[in-house]
């Protein structure tokens, strides 16, 4: 992971003129402190500092599935000192599964680079009388309306991986979005919600410690960091596969 940040600290600054950058740069998060998105950031951005010779400041502008935080880096000035590091869930998906945005990506947005592309992991709360995903689909099923699943925020991936789960395998589990992945983890971790489907270098801490339960990872094959989880395709539902990406995105009329 750090070999990855350190081969993308170049592209920007490169791309860009020469006397950029005469002052620190903004990165936009558009999620809250502690999630998926504002780690892997404060890892690029601790490795821009000294190839840029500018410090690079996190700012978390979480709200509405990362739409706020996306909608006030596209709306900065087009000079390269902001960026957004932003998600699948917010380019990708949201356009989609949101009826209005404050913002075009095809016309607002320009993508610097693909930083990083991640695995999911369902995973459950111990207290969960379930040890496999067969066993929560039975429990599901003997117990409609009474499982339910966090998510990062509806329409995202987070939350539509748990709808594709619900569809495919025909049970009834209550959707609980939060502002963001770190609560819904946090909430998790408490029981407050009892199942999940997110990044797994999010969870994995949490699996490895006995805090949460992994039944299953959402992508094509095993992860080396849980050989032992099998994947949903493994599982008998091919159908419920999804992983995540992170990328930096600038204003579309920044200069290159």
């Known amino acids: 992971m750090k070999r990855l940040f350190v081969s993308l600290l170049f592209v920007p600054a490169l791309a860009l003129a020469q006397a950029y950058p005469s002052k620190p740069v903004r990165m936009i998060v558009p999620f809250p402190p502690g999630g998926p998105a504002d780690i892997f950031a404060r890892g690029l951005a601790q490795g821009m500092h000294e190839p840029l010779g500018q410090p690079v400041v996190i700012e ?20 390269g000192y ?67 699943f966090g998510s990062a925020g509806g329409g995202s991936i987070t939350h539509l991986a748990g709808e594709l789960l619900k569809a495919e395998a025909k049970v009834d589990l209550v959707h ?61 539902y091919p159908s419920v596969t999804s992983d995540n990406w992170y990328g930096l995105v600038v204003p579309a009329a920044t200069p290159a």
Do not use: W
């Open 60 to 79: 978390n502008i979480g709200g509405v599935g990362g739409v706020l935080g996306v909608d006030r880096a596209l709306k900065s000035a087009p000079d």
């Open 82 to 148: 902001t960026l957004g590091f932003n998600s699948g869930s917010t380019l990708s998906i949201a356009p989609y599964s949101l009826t209005k945005l404050p913002y075009d990506v095809k016309k607002d947005a320009a993508l610097i680079t693909l930083v990083v592309r991640v695995p999911e992991v369902l995973a459950v709360h111990p207290s969960l009388p379930v040890t496999s995903l067969p066993e929560l689909i039975a429990y599901a099923k003997a117990n409609p309306g009474k499982v339910n």
């Open 176 to 236: 609980v979005p939060y502002k963001g992945a770190a609560p819904a983890v946090n909430d998790l971790l408490g029981g407050q919600v009892q199942m999940g489907i997110f990044d797994v270098p999010v969870l994995l801490g949490h699996i490895r410690a006995g805090k949460l339960k992994a039944l299953a990872v959402t992508s094509a094959t095993r992860t080396q960091s849980l050989p032992d989880v099998p994947t949903t395709a493994e599982m008998s």
